[in-house]
Structure formats: C-alpha cells, structure tokens
C-alpha cells in the first residue's frame, strides 16, 4: 500500500518535495521508484531506486531531482528543485520486487494514488 504527499502549485524555480508511505511487504527487497502523467501522455519514469541504493533518473531531471528513502519510516522521497513548468503532472509512487532499475511503468507492480505538481511560469 502506497501514500503519496507533497504536492501542489508551485512557481517555476522553486522546490517541493514529495513522500510516499509505504506499508505491507516492508521485508521483500524492492525497487521504489517515481512516475509521472499528464493526461493524454503516457506515464513516464522520472526516477527510481534499489534497496542497495542505487538510483536512476530520466535525463530531463538530472541534476535537479533526487530520490531517496527512509528506510525507518518506509518512505520514499522525491526532492524536486529549480521546478519548471514541463514538470507540472501527477507524479505516482510505484514500488515491485527486485533489484534492477528499469524505469518501465509494466515493471512495477504497485502503485498509490498520485499527488499533482503544477509549475507556472
């Protein structure tokens, strides 16, 4: 079971970060990543990451997200700075078992309920 937080509106150049609780198979070694959707777009990977803390990003985002994970508190994150407008969508958490970090959405096995970023110029 996936929980997403953090979103909202925000001005281009400024930061949000975004949380994702996780509770269920805490034990099972997972890759948790983070997607994002706009409406008649398909859902593209943004970023993910293992349970040895390796970590992947789509090219449009590098050097401007980072994804980490609190493993105390089951809960994956997403810091999002210097935002811009093309980064407006609904951004979902998506976890599935394993080590390799495909950012395919038909590889993750489950998913929250998303939480919108909207970034005006």
């Known amino acids: 079971h996936l929980v997403e937080s953090g979103g909202g509106s925000v001005q281009a150049g400024a930061s949000l970060r975004l949380s994702c609780a996780a509770s269920g198979s805490t034990g099972t070694e997972l890759v948790m990543g983070w997607f994002r959707q706009i409406p008649g777009r398909d859902r593209e990977g943004v970023a993910a990451?293992?349970?040895?803390?390796?970590?992947t990003y789509t090219e449009s985002v590098k050097g401007r997200f980072t994804i980490s994970q609190d493993y105390a508190k089951n809960t994956l994150y997403l810091q999002m700075d210097n935002l811009k407008p093309e980064d407006t969508a609904m951004y979902y958490c998506?976890?599935?078992?394993?080590?390799?970090?495909?950012?395919?959405?038909?590889?993750?096995?489950?998913w929250g309920q998303g939480t919108q970023v909207t970034v005006y110029s």
């Open positions: 990451i293992n349970s040895l803390g390796a970590t």
């Open positions: 998506a976890a599935r078992t394993g080590r390799q970090l495909f950012l395919v959405r038909q590889a993750f096995n489950f």
